[in-house]
């Protein structure tokens, strides 16, 4: 049950990109038409950058949804693949989507640095977390395949 519970906080998570890529692309649909680009504006990737600067948060906050999320998009079909979801990794996982939520709401809204920081940094914390007991959970498991193992080789 707890593979299906794994889900939900990826289909958050996935739904949250696809809010920051639809606002992204709403700013900027908005700037274009508030403020036509001439040829200058898009003549290379410096003056594209330039002319999108007053909409450039939703953009980086999409690159920054395709940094530490890569990992936890590894991650879990890691745990469902080796029968490692359990509850606490669920719960993890949802405390993961929250600050990846919190973060790209101030990223994109009001834009408080120290507090970005803290949601960026719960968010690493817990991804850690998820990684290090799946690493200890694989441990757990290749210690007791060993020991069968080894317990089958003296009957065999």
Avoid: C
């Avoid at 040829?39 to 980086?60: H, S, T």
């Avoid at 395709?66 to 993890?92: D, K, R």
């Avoid at 803290?118 to 060993?146: H, K, N, P, Q």
């Amino acid at each position: 049950m707890a593979v299906i519970e794994l889900l939900w906080p990826t289909f958050a998570l996935v739904a949250l990109i696809f809010v920051v890529w639809f606002t992204l692309f709403i700013q900027r649909f908005t700037h274009m038409r508030r403020h036509p680009p001439g040829p200058r504006d898009f003549a290379d990737g410096e003056a594209a950058l330039r002319y999108f600067r007053p909409v450039e948060m939703p953009a980086n906050n999409l690159a920054n949804l395709f940094e530490m999320p890569v990992l936890y998009f590894a991650l879990v079909p890691l745990l469902i693949l080796t029968g490692q979801a359990n509850h606490v990794q669920v719960a993890l996982a949802w405390m993961f989507v929250l600050a990846r939520s919190i973060h790209s709401f101030i990223h994109i809204g009001p834009k408080k640095v120290q507090w970005r920081f803290f949601a960026y940094l719960a968010s690493v914390i817990v991804l850690m977390a998820m990684w290090i007991g799946f690493f200890v959970d694989i441990l757990r498991v290749a210690r007791e395949y060993s020991r069968v193992i080894g317990a089958l080789g003296g009957v065999l």
